[in-house]
C-alpha cells in the first residue's frame, strides 16, 4: 500500500521557507513572496499523487481479490464435483436395501450383476459414513509473513472442506472378512441384519451365493420369507432350521461340502 512519509515531505519545505526568510532580508520580501507558492504546489502535487496512487492501489486490490475469490470458487466447483461423482458411483454400485428390494420386483437387469470375478462380491452396504476424497488436493505452502490477510490461509482451508466426503456407503467385506458379527439391541440388529440379507441375494446369483438361515422356533413367522430365496436352496433342500436337529441335518452336508473346498 502507497504511504507518505511527512517528514521526508515537509523537510525540504521547511527548509525553503527558512531559506526564503533568509533572502527577504537582503531581497526586501521578494524572495519570500516568489518561494512561498512554490512550496504550496510542491506540497499539493505531492498530496495528489499519493492520492492518486492510493486510488490505483485500492483498485488493484478489488480486482486482485475479486479474480482471487472467482479462482477459489472454481476450485471448490471442481472438488464438489469430484466429491458428487465419487459419491454416486459408490451410491449406485452400493444400493439401499429399499433400492435393492426394487430391482428385484422389477426384474431389472442389475439383479444378481456382482460375480465372483467382480472385487466387490460380498462386498454389503451396513450404512452411510465418511472416506477421504479421491483426489489429492495440493495447496501452496505458506512461508514466513510479516502480515497476514483473509486470504493467505484460504487454500489450506479450502482443502481441509473437501478432505472427506459425506454420505459414502460404509461396507462389509465379506470376501476378505467372512465373520461378521452385529451387536446391540436385537431388534435393531435383526434389521441390520435383514438388510444384508436383501442386498446379498438382490446383487449375488443363486449359483454362486448359498444363504444358510439358522433362527428360533418362536422367529419362524418373521423369517417365512426365506424360504423364497433361490439362494436358500440346495437341490430339493431348503437351507433354513429353526430347531437342532434341523441345524444338525442341515450343517452335515454343508460340512462335508466345506470339507471338499479345503476351508
Known sequence: KPEINWLTTLLPVFGTIAASLLISLF?????????????????LVTFLNYRNQTKKYKQNEGQLHEKYQ????????????????????LLDANPSPEQCLRLACGRDRRLWEKTAGDDDFLCLRAGIGQEPLCVEVVT????????????????????????????IPVCCDLRHAPTLGIVGARA?????????????????????????????????TEWEWARWLPHAHMGNRRLLACTRYDAAQLLSPLEKEFARRGR
Open 27 to 43: 531581497t526586501a520580501g521578494l524572495g519570500m513572496m516568489l518561494s512561498v507558492p512554490m512550496v504550496l504546489v510542491g506540497v
Open 70 to 89: 472467482q479462482y477459489i470458487a472454481s476450485c471448490e466447483a471442481r472438488l464438489a464435483d469430484a466429491a458428487s461423482t465419487q459419491r454416486n458411483a
Open 140 to 167: 501452496p505452502k505458506v512461508g514466513f509473513t510479516l502480515k497476514e490477510n483473509d486470504y493467505t490461509h484460504l487454500p489450506e482451508q479450502t482443502a481441509e472442506k473437501f478432505r472427506s466426503v459425506d454420505g
Open 188 to 220: 435393531q440388529a435383526l434389521s441390520l441384519l435383514r438388510a444384508l440379507l436383501v442386498q446379498a441375494a438382490t446383487m449375488h446369483g443363486y449359483d454362486e451365493l448359498r444363504i444358510v438361515f439358522f433362527f428360533p422356533q418362536n422367529e419362524r
